[in-house]
């Protein structure tokens, strides 16, 4: 079975406090794990797709990348507005749909 | 990045009203549409996956008869919730892709239920 999970859960960090967030997943045939942010009451706004091992995508502060079982996601220096609910997802095998992580409350404080 | 609309963000209706929630992809072409619905705290649970011109698919436990899918274009989706009861309130979101492409998702619907 398809399966994602993230950790942590949850992830205080202060303002410049650089940290990362794990992915691992089990997928029959790996077609693209998609990164998103998630900000309480909107939906998942789109962030990073990475393909195949060894892959890494930047976009200001944050970096994804990819190996043959789990995907980081790097903020570096993060601040407030960094705040957000990050969700992993990988395609369910043989489909379109997403199998979604339960995501990681990230909250940096000032 | 691609941009995805639904229209209303918020609606209350009273039980055993109808409401229809609309989801368009503004600026390319959807092959595929999903349904989804997120209960406070809690991640995303598909709802449905509908492809333009064709019957939606629905997941195990979400009733067909209850929520009424229609892709009547590459652009737009629409999900009715029939006979609504408190029980339906919830955060539906739609998200939008071409084939075998980035789902991207709306802003979401905020259902309440009275």
């Known amino acids: 079975e398809d399966q994602v999970t993230q950790s942590p859960e949850a992830l205080r960090l202060q303002e410049g406090e650089s940290s990362s967030l794990n992915c691992s997943y089990t997928v029959s045939g790996l077609r693209g794990l998609f990164w998103y942010r998630q900000d309480p009451g909107k939906g998942p706004e789109f962030l990073f797709t990475?393909?195949?091992a060894g892959e890494e995508k930047e976009k200001e502060r944050l970096k994804a990348t990819l190996t043959k079982k789990e995907s980081f996601l790097h903020i570096t220096a993060p601040k407030p507005e960094d705040s957000a609910t990050y969700l992993c997802a990988v395609p369910q095998g043989g489909s379109e749909k997403l199998v979604f992580g339960k995501g990681t409350k990230l909250t940096v404080n000032p | 990045g691609a941009v995805v609309s639904q229209h209303p963000s918020r609606v209350i209706c009273k039980s055993g009203t109808s409401v229809k929630i609309e989801c368009r992809s503004l600026?390319?072409?959807?092959?595929?549409m999903f349904w989804y619905r997120q209960f406070p705290k809690q991640s995303l649970m598909l709802m449905a996956t509908?492809?333009?011109?064709?019957?939606?698919?629905?997941e195990q436990g979400v009733e067909k008869d209850k929520f009424l899918i229609n892709h009547a274009s590459l652009t737009l989706s629409t999900l009715t919730v029939t006979s609504a009861h408190p029980e339906d309130s919830s955060f539906y979101i739609c998200?939008?892709?071409?084939?075998?492409?980035?789902?991207?998702f709306g802003p979401g619907t905020r259902l309440l239920v009275l």
């Open positions: 990475l393909y195949s």
């Open positions: 998200s939008a892709a071409r084939t075998q492409e980035t789902q991207y």
């Open positions: 600026d390319f072409q959807a092959t595929t």
């Open positions: 509908s492809n333009e011109g064709s019957k939606a698919t629905y």
